[in-house]
């Protein structure tokens, strides 16, 4: 004969059940329904819901549950089951956070996807900064659309083995600050993520009238594709 314990677990037991059916119903639909029931490699989803609602009321019958602990357990799987809840209803916009996160904490990195395409986050300041390399040695790009060809800094093109006696500045062109003059040069690499360009045509700026090496349509063009989606960089080599 169950004792006044065991009694008042089974009625808990049998309540919490009735409550969980009740919110899957509300969330998910009916699964019986053949619209809903999702027969994947792992069975119907009401077998496991079934073999959930076993366990618990088995852990109810036998192991005589205090109503704190009952209560605790409530909390504690209901919190759970809302979290996952609302992380998948608004995955698209955590996707979106992560982004962001990883844009200002590693500006540039470049992440190759599975499918070969090359992906760079936005920074903090809202530009796109691509970490590469530059005849092997590490450049900074700023993305720049705008821009004809790849353009390196003095100091960039220095590191690069571009020797300064070399550069001849006989190229007019227009910036935002007014009309300068450039050197045409030819790098042999450009280097971003796994994929690498060769032979690039670009220019090297005067000293101290660029802040930071343009990534512009000389380079871009030779990519199979690229377009940017949100906060997203893709290119496609």
Request: net charge neutral; charged share 15%.
């Amino acid at each position: 004969m169950p004792g006044p314990g065991q009694i008042r677990g089974i009625v808990l037991a049998i309540l919490i059940i009735i409550l969980g059916v009740v919110v899957f119903f509300a969330v998910f639909g009916d699964p019986t329904d053949p619209a809903n029931a999702n027969f994947d490699t792992t069975g119907p989803r009401i077998v496991g819901l079934s073999a959930i609602a076993a366990v618990l009321l088995a852990s109810f019958i036998f192991g005589q549950p205090r109503f704190r602990e009952v209560l605790q357990g409530i909390f504690f799987w209901g919190g759970l089951c809302a979290l996952l809840v609302v992380g998948y209803t608004y995955r698209t916009d955590l996707v979106q956070v992560g982004y962001r996160v990883l844009g200002a904490l590693a500006p540039g990195m470049a992440v190759t996807q599975p499918d070969g395409s090359i992906l760079i986050v936005r920074d903090a300041s809202g530009h796109f900064v691509v970490d590469g390399r530059v005849n092997g040695e590490r450049t900074h790009f700023l993305l720049d659309t705008g821009a004809s060809a790849v353009v390196l800094t003095y100091d960039d093109s220095r590191r690069a083995g571009f020797h300064p006696e070399d550069l001849m500045f006989t190229v007019p062109v227009s910036t935002a600050n007014g009309r300068t003059m450039v050197a045409p040069i030819r790098i042999d690499t450009i280097t971003v993520g796994d994929h690498t360009l060769r032979n690039i045509r670009a220019f090297v700026a005067r000293e101290g009238s660029l802040e930071g090496s343009l990534l512009g349509l000389t380079a871009l063009d030779r990519l199979r594709s690229w377009r940017i989606e949100g906060d997203q960089l893709i290119m496609t080599p």
